[in-house]
C-alpha cells in the first residue's frame, strides 16, 4: 500500500483544489447533486439502523441501556457517503471548504473562484439530499395501505425525531453549540479527506475516509450537507401525521434555515478552513515550496 508523506498530501490537496475550481459552474452543480444524495444515502441508512436501539432516559438511569452505543451504530454506518463520493469524484462542499483554499494558497487561484465552486456545490449538494429526502420518505419512512392512505413507520418516526433535535438549537447559548459541533464536524471531515488522500489503492482510503467520519458522526457533530437531508426527511414524514399533538410546529422549511443550517455552514467553513486549510499550509508551506 503507498503511503504519501504529510508535505505531499496537503500539496496533492492544493492539486486537487485547483482543479475542482477550473470545473463549469453546471459541473460543479451536477457534481454537487451526486454527492448531496449520496451523503443522504449514508443519513438514510444511519437513521434505519439507528431505529429501536436509542436509549431512553429512564433506560440509561437504570443502566439497562447504552446512549453511546446507538451512537456508535450511527457512525459505523453514515460514512457510506463520503466513501462514495471521494472514490467517485463527486463535490462535497464541506470537502471543498478545506481543498478550495489550498489551492488558493499554493496555486494563486483566485478567492473569487474558490467562492464560485462553494455557491455552485452547495445549490447541487442540497437539490441531491432533498431528492433523496424525498425518495425516503415516500419509501421506508411511510407504508401506504391500498386507498393510499400512508401511516409513518418506525424508520420515520426516528427520521422525525433526529430532525426535531436538529432544530432545537435557539438562543444564543443554542447557537454557539451548533456552530461548535459544526466547527468540529468539518475538522473531523477535512482530515478525513487527507487521509483520503494518503492512500493510493480503494482500502487505504477506505480506512481513511471511514475512522473520521465515523467519529464526527457517534460524537454527534453537525454537518450541513448530512442536515439537508435529516431535517427535509423529517419535515416531509411529518407531513403524513394526522394527528396534530404528534406534530412538532417547531419542525418546518424556516427552522430549517435559521436553527440549524445556516449556522452550521459558517461552523463547516471555519472548521475546514481554519483547522485544516490553513494550519496545515502554515505548517508545510516551506516543504511544499521545495517541492516545486
Same mark, same amino acid.
Given at each position: 500500500?503507498?503511503?504519501? +508523506? +504529510?508535505?505531499?498530501i496537503v500539496a496533492k490537496a492544493g492539486d486537487a483544489g485547483k482543479y475542482k475550481v477550473g470545473l463549469p459552474a453546471w459541473n460543479m452543480v451536477l457534481r454537487g447533486f451526486m454527492s448531496g444524495a449520496y451523503i443522504a444515502m449514508g443519513a438514510a441508512l444511519a437513521t434505519v439502523c439507528s431505529t429501536g436501539i436509542m436509549a431512553t432516559d429512564a433506560a440509561l438511569r437504570?443502566?439497562?441501556?447504552?446512549?453511546? !452505543?446507538?451512537?456508535?451504530?450511527?457512525?459505523?454506518?453514515? /460514512?457510506?457517503?463520503?466513501?462514495?463520493?471521494?472514490?467517485?469524484?463527486?463535490?462535497? !462542499?464541506? $470537502?471543498?471548504?478545506?481543498?478550495? /483554499?489550498?489551492? &488558493?494558497?499554493?496555486?494563486?487561484?483566485?478567492?473569487?473562484?474558490?467562492?464560485?465552486?462553494?455557491?455552485?456545490?452547495?445549490?447541487?449538494?442540497?437539490?441531491?439530499?432533498?431528492?433523496?429526502? #424525498?425518495?425516503?420518505?415516500?419509501? /421506508?419512512?411511510?407504508?401506504?395501505?391500498?386507498?393510499? %392512505?400512508? %401511516?409513518?413507520?418506525?424508520?420515520? %418516526?426516528?427520521?422525525?425525531?433526529?430532525?426535531?433535535?436538529?432544530?432545537?438549537?435557539?438562543?444564543?447559548?443554542?447557537?454557539?453549540? &451548533?456552530?461548535?459541533?459544526?466547527? &468540529?464536524?468539518?475538522?473531523?471531515?477535512?482530515?478525513?479527506?487527507?487521509?483520503?488522500?494518503?492512500?493510493?489503492?480503494?482500502? $487505504?482510503?477506505?480506512? $481513511?475516509?471511514?475512522? +473520521?467520519?465515523?467519529?464526527?458522526?457517534?460524537?454527534? !457533530?453537525?454537518?450541513?450537507?448530512?442536515?439537508? #437531508?435529516?431535517?427535509?426527511?423529517?419535515?416531509?414524514?411529518?407531513? !403524513?401525521?394526522?394527528? /396534530?399533538?404528534?406534530?412538532?410546529?417547531?419542525?418546518?422549511?424556516?427552522?430549517?434555515?435559521?436553527?440549524?443550517?445556516?449556522?452550521? %455552514?459558517?461552523?463547516?467553513?471555519?472548521?475546514?478552513?481554519?483547522?485544516?486549510?490553513?494550519?496545515?499550509?502554515?505548517?508545510?508551506?516551506?516543504?511544499?515550496? &521545495?517541492?516545486?
Amino acid at each position: 500500500m503507498v503511503f504519501h +508523506p +504529510p508535505v505531499a498530501i496537503v500539496a496533492k490537496a492544493g492539486d486537487a483544489g485547483k482543479y475542482k475550481v477550473g470545473l463549469p459552474a453546471w459541473n460543479m452543480v451536477l457534481r454537487g447533486f451526486m454527492s448531496g444524495a449520496y451523503i443522504a444515502m449514508g443519513a438514510a441508512l444511519a437513521t434505519v439502523c439507528s431505529t429501536g436501539i436509542m436509549a431512553t432516559d429512564a433506560a440509561l438511569r437504570y443502566g439497562t441501556a447504552s446512549a453511546g !452505543f446507538s451512537q456508535l451504530i450511527l457512525g459505523a454506518v453514515f /460514512p457510506v457517503g463520503l466513501i462514495i463520493t471521494v472514490l467517485t469524484g463527486a463535490e462535497l !462542499f464541506t $470537502g471543498d471548504a478545506m481543498l478550495a /483554499p489550498m489551492a &488558493a494558497f499554493i496555486h494563486k487561484v483566485s478567492w473569487m473562484q474558490v467562492i464560485n465552486l462553494w455557491i455552485f456545490v452547495y445549490i447541487g449538494n442540497f437539490i441531491g439530499s432533498v431528492v433523496f429526502a #424525498y425518495i425516503m420518505a415516500y419509501g /421506508p419512512l411511510t407504508s401506504w395501505d391500498a386507498a393510499g %392512505t400512508a %401511516t409513518v413507520t418506525a424508520f420515520g %418516526t426516528r427520521a422525525i425525531a433526529i430532525a426535531s433535535a436538529k432544530v432545537s438549537y435557539v438562543g444564543v447559548a443554542g447557537m454557539w453549540s &451548533a456552530f461548535l459541533k459544526a466547527i &468540529a464536524c468539518n475538522w473531523l471531515v477535512n482530515l478525513a479527506i487527507l487521509l483520503g488522500i494518503c492512500s493510493d489503492d480503494m482500502v $487505504g482510503k477506505f480506512f $481513511g475516509i471511514w475512522f +473520521p467520519i465515523m467519529a464526527f458522526v457517534s460524537s454527534g !457533530f453537525e454537518h450541513s450537507i448530512a442536515n439537508m #437531508y435529516f431535517i427535509p426527511a423529517g419535515i416531509m414524514t411529518q407531513g !403524513f401525521i394526522t394527528d /396534530p399533538t404528534k406534530i412538532n410546529a417547531g419542525l418546518n422549511w424556516v427552522t430549517m434555515w435559521t436553527n440549524n443550517v445556516i449556522i452550521v %455552514t459558517l461552523g463547516n467553513i471555519v472548521g475546514a478552513l481554519f483547522f485544516v486549510g490553513i494550519i496545515y499550509w502554515v505548517a508545510f508551506r516551506k516543504e511544499i515550496a &521545495a517541492l516545486k
